[in-house]
């Protein structure tokens, strides 16, 4: 999957919230090909869904994502 399909993935989700938006919460950390970044989704009241975490797995030249897993909710500690 390349930025663009994730780009219309987002939008179309966002397209049933009318007013709702996406914010990253958390820097975009890369290591080895994968990468992690933490989100969430606010609706136009300023409420918010429970917050994600996605993790995406690189292309070899590290260009394109080739798959993202998404987490929701805030990890409990142990």
Known sequence: M??????THI???QSKYPGARILRTSNVDVHHGI????WKFVMPDGSSLPE???IAF?????????RII???GLLEPS
Do not use: K, N, S
Request: hydrophobic share 55%.
């Open 70 to 72: 998404g987490f929701f």
């Open 35 to 38: 990468m992690r970044f933490a």
């Open 52 to 54: 994600g975490l996605d």
């Open 58 to 66: 690189l292309d070899a030249e590290q260009v394109q994502i080739t």
């Open 11 to 13: 939008a179309g989700i």
């Open 2 to 7: 390349g930025a663009e399909e994730l780009l």
